[in-house]
């Protein structure tokens, strides 16, 4: 083989490996930014369930947030304040909150784990008092399982 056929060749692998090596950072990047957009999105639905219940549907509300949380201390925890003190506030007080998540943002993360901040309002509302409107800002952890995102930590910030 002449000089100049190896030469061509060896240039000719090399656009192909260096267009193979382009196409995999291309396809993980979409895929960072699937994941972060699930993560996102499930951080939002999840902690607008932890954080929006009616008097009278409260226990039912709460249990079915609750059972959306990864295993671990912020689900006990979660767990503990809505049996103790979440549900009986709500039942015995006519206590009732409607959480919005205002905003957004990714913090870190890849496709396993991620933390995200959101921004938060946050309508409360005792027996026939008027409403009271808070904002709060909250970094939440979510971790995947079974293919889903789920909150593993939740702290106010």
């Known amino acids: 083989m002449r000089a100049a056929t190896r030469s061509l060749l060896a240039a000719a ?13 291309h396809v993980r990047a979409d895929e ?4 972060a957009a699930g993560a996102v999105a499930a951080a939002e639905a999840q902690a607008t369930a932890l954080l929006s219940y ?4 409260a226990s039912r509300t709460l249990h079915a ?3 959306a949380l990864a295993p671990g201390p912020f689900h ?6 809505i ?4 549900i009986p506030a709500a039942k015995n007080e006519r206590i009732g909150t409607s959480a919005e998540i205002a905003g957004s943002a ?18 409360s509302r005792s027996g026939d008092d008027p409403p009271e409107s808070a904002g709060s800002r909250i970094e939440v952890t979510v971790t995947r399982a079974d293919g889903d995102w789920r909150i593993v930590e939740f702290r106010p910030i």
């Open 106 to 123: 990714w913090l870190s993360g890849d496709d396993e784990r991620a933390r995200v901040l959101l921004f938060v309002n946050q309508t």
């Open 65 to 67: 947030a609750e059972a």
């Open 13 to 25: 692998l090399l656009v192909l490996l260096c267009g193979a090596v382009l196409q995999h950072h």
């Open 54 to 57: 009616r008097p009278e549907t």
């Open 76 to 81: 006990n925890r979660y767990a503990d304040m």
């Open 83 to 86: 049996e103790q003190r979440t």
């Open 32 to 35: 960072e930014r699937a994941a």
